[in-house]
């Protein structure tokens, strides 16, 4: 072959093979972050959410799988957020009152679940739900009751975590939909929550 | 780069890079977003360019003969460089070690050293292409990651991406006032041919013995 033709040759290899290694790193040219790519697997490929003890504001210790058969809207905060987990409240408020209140606690039930287990105990997380009303039965706000299990339900869920230094965190935010076989099989940003009640409605 | 062939002098880079691949020094550059992007990964780059010249001769014609004009290896260094700009390669890198370990060796491989190889045999107009494309991709990315409201890499914080963009935007500023400046001082007209003047004076790869001076990428 001549030295021309070897470049050509050359030249269609590395634009096929690279084409072929951007689009398997990115889905298919789905998803260019780390946060597009989570949501883009939970929708092809449900995980299962695995079985992690958890506590609420009342005491009451339960597992997500307790919740079997009914259709679980996840978000993740810490009591002392002031930045985000503000408007995730808010969206799960928006959340609650989109949804018929006849199902809500019965068919659908909102989980906001710390990841600040150490701060978090019953009592703050009290305050969080008083906050926003946040009943207890439709509305869960637990925590992790073992810590050693936190780090499975954040891989699980796609959740990281960094302190920022100030005692806070960042964390990415989103509306997580857990369906009535445990599976975790979509993930929202937080800031149209009434999209994310038509997909829960959709599945009631 | 098989050992056999290694010139003596490539003892420093081999050195560097494997200080780069050790905890502490990779642990320190990747805790921050912009030494992340703005230091390791072109010191891996740089590093391949720097050994790209030390290759023997005869594997270094085996390669010119299917990198005609320079084109074919700009375009493996343009995909393998396209890769790593992509926020989750970067997120992909800290998660799992896979990932990192292809950072280590495509950086080198695909991005610095077909760079190298392809930068004297590239006509100015590829030179000037690959420079705009670095300038505008400072600047757009500089200018989106300063702004954006939310992290584009769940392992940074958002001020470390604001202060990447503000380097970037620094960057290119730099690089741009640096270009401007070699064009009217001591630079040839834009437009003119160069036979082997001031751009190749400053090309990543030369013949081993003039390979002192520092890369200007």
Known sequence: MTPRRRSLATAVLV???????????TDGFNAFTAESARRYAVRTDPPVVPVVLLQDQDGRHFTLQDLHGRLVAVEFIYVNCPTVCVALGQAFQRLRDALPAERLGYDVVLLSISFDPRRDRPQRLADYARRYAADGMAWRVARVADEAELALLLQ??????IPDGFGGFEHNAALHLVDRDGRLVRIDDYDRPLAFAAQVRARL | MTVRHVDPRAAVPLAAYALLATPPLRALLETAMTTHMLVQLPLLAALGAYMAGRLPATLRRRLD?????GLPFMLLALFASAYWMLPRALDGALNHGYLELAKFISLPLLVGAPLALSWRRLSVIARGFLWSKLLSMLVVLGWLYSVAPTRVCTNYLV???VLLGRSQLMLAL?????????????GRPAGVPDPGGTWSRHSWARAPRNNTEQSNG
Request: aromatic share 16%.
């Open chain 2, 65 to 69: 003969g299917c990198n005609a004009g």
């Open chain 1, 15 to 25: 634009t096929l093979i690279g084409t072929g290694v951007l689009w398997w790193g």
């Open chain 1, 156 to 161: 699980t869920f796609g959740i990281v975590v």
């Open chain 2, 159 to 161: 001020d470390q991406q």
């Open chain 2, 174 to 186: 730099l690089l741009g006032l640096w270009l401007a400046g070699r064009l009217f001082f001591g």
